[in-house]
C-alpha cells in the first residue's frame, strides 16, 4: 500500500500582486472554499486554547447545512487544551493530516500521528497536547449527538487509516473504494466520517441527490466535480459544503489518486418537531 498524503493549511497571505481571481463560491445549494482562502486573517481561536487556531470551514446555518461544524486546527509545540470542548450534548471525530499530537479520553492516553483518527463520544472527556516541536495540524468535525432510548451510546476509539481497509464500491475493481471508520450498520452512530478514493479515470457515473449533508475536504489529487448543475475543478486543500439534495457526481482525471476526507449525517429519523 502506497503511503497516503495529506494536504495541510499553512496560512500566509498572498502577494499584492495577485489577481483577485479565485474559484471561491457560494449557492444556494453547495459552497467551494478553495486552498488559498485559508490565510491567516480568517483564522479564529478558540476559549481554553493555547498556542492554537482554527480555520472555520462549515457551521450550521439555517436553510442550508444544519447538522455540523468542520474546523481546521493548527496547534504550535507546547500548546493544547484540557477542555477542548466547551458544548454539551456534543462528538466529534480529530483526523491528523501533519504533525503528531498526545490525546487522553477519559483518563486514557493516545498518540496520534497523520492518518491518525479519533471518535469522541457526546460526554467523553478529553484533552489534547502537541508534544512535538513542530506544529500539528488537524480536521475537528463536531456535530450535537441525535440519542434515541433504547440505543447505546458509542464508545470513543483511537485508529490511524493505515491500519483500516478501505471498502471497494461493487462494480468498481477498486476505482472507487470508502475507508470506513465504523461499521455502517451500527445504529448507535450518528454521522459518518470516511475517506473516499478514486484512481485516475474512475467516476461516480450518476448524480447522487440525497438527505445527507456533506462536507468534502480534498486530501489529495484533483477531480472536476459536479455539484448542483455546475461542473467545478477542486484540488488538495480545497473543501466542498453541500446542504442536503444537492445532486453531485465528479470524475477523478489523474494523473494520481484523488482521496477526500468526508462528512454526512446517517441513520437518524428527521425530527418533525422543534426541539422541546
Not at 445549494?29 to 483564522?43: F, H, L, M, Q, R
Not at 461544524?69 to 507546547?78: K, M, N
Request: charged residues 20%.
Amino acid at each position: 500500500m502506497t503511503k497516503p498524503t495529506y494536504y495541510a493549511p499553512h496560512g500566509g497571505l498572498p502577494p499584492q500582486t495577485q489577481l483577485l481571481t479565485d474559484r471561491a463560491m457560494f449557492t444556494e445549494a453547495y459552497a467551494v472554499i478553495p486552498k488559498g482562502t485559508n490565510s491567516d486573517i480568517v483564522t479564529s481561536f478558540l476559549p481554553f486554547w493555547e498556542k492554537a487556531r482554527f480555520w472555520v470551514i462549515a457551521r450550521p446555518m439555517s436553510g442550508f447545512a444544519e447538522t455540523f461544524s468542520h474546523y481546521i486546527a493548527e496547534v504550535q509545540p507546547g500548546g493544547g487544551s484540557d477542555r477542548p470542548e466547551t458544548e454539551t450534548g456534543v462528538e466529534a471525530v480529530l483526523f491528523v493530516v501533519e504533525g503528531a499530537l498526545a490525546l487522553t479520553i477519559d483518563g486514557v492516553p493516545h498518540d496520534m500521528s497523520e492518518g491518525g483518527y479519533a471518535y469522541l463520544p457526546m460526554g467523553a472527556q478529553w484533552q489534547l497536547a502537541n508534544t512535538r516541536d513542530q506544529p500539528v495540524r488537524f480536521h475537528w468535525i463536531r456535530k450535537a449527538y441525535q440519542e434515541v432510548d433504547g440505543i447505546a451510546l458509542p464508545e470513543a476509539f483511537v485508529t490511524n487509516e493505515t491500519s483500516v481497509l478501505p471498502t471497494e464500491m461493487p462494480g468498481t475493481d477498486g476505482k472507487w473504494a470508502t475507508t470506513r471508520f465504523v461499521d455502517p450498520a451500527d445504529l448507535r452512530h450518528d454521522m459518518h466520517v470516511t475517506i473516499v478514493t478514486f484512481e485516475p479515470g474512475a467516476v461516480i457515473p450518476f448524480a447522487e441527490t440525497h438527505v445527507m449533508e456533506h462536507g468534502l475536504y480534498v486530501l489529495e489529487g484533483k477531480a472536476v466535480y459536479r455539484l448542483n448543475q455546475d461542473w467545478v475543478e477542486v484540488e488538495a486543500g480545497d473543501y466542498m459544503w453541500l446542504r442536503a439534495f444537492c445532486p453531485q457526481a465528479c470524475y477523478a482525471g489523474g494523473p494520481g489518486k484523488f482521496r477526500y476526507l468526508l462528512y454526512k449525517d446517517v441513520n437518524r429519523h428527521m425530527p418533525l418537531h422543534p426541539p422541546r
